[in-house]
């Protein structure tokens, strides 16, 4: 997947189960990419080792700070897409939301599926 996240180090913060898929929201992020992320939310299909979907917030560029501290962008085979930049997206219980919503939108899964694990 191109332009996937490179993580080195991360703390599982939230685990939840959505159909046949497991997201993991990460925090506490290092990664070899150059790129500052806040929270990763990954994907993966039930039975699968890696993510087929990431829902990203990382810092912004100085030049975007003034409408958000914060980037919202998704990653996958198909998708490589900015959506947003807000200041929310660095706080986890907007972004955990948020994320879900979108990864549900993107896979195909009823949202009405999401159970917390952790």
Known sequence: ?????L??????KRRYRIGGYVATLLGEIESKDGRRYRY???F?????SEPVLYVCSESSPSAERATGAYRLSLISESL???LDCNDRWGEIEPFAE????LGC???GLPEGAISRLL
């Open 105 to 107: 939108q993107v896979l």
């Open 44 to 48: 993966v299909p039930e039975g699968a």
């Open 80 to 82: 490589n897409e900015f």
């Open 40 to 42: 990763l939310l990954a």
């Open 7 to 12: 993580i080195q180090t991360a703390i599982p």
């Open 98 to 101: 948020q994320g879900l919503r």
């Open 1 to 5: 997947m191109q332009g996937r996240p």
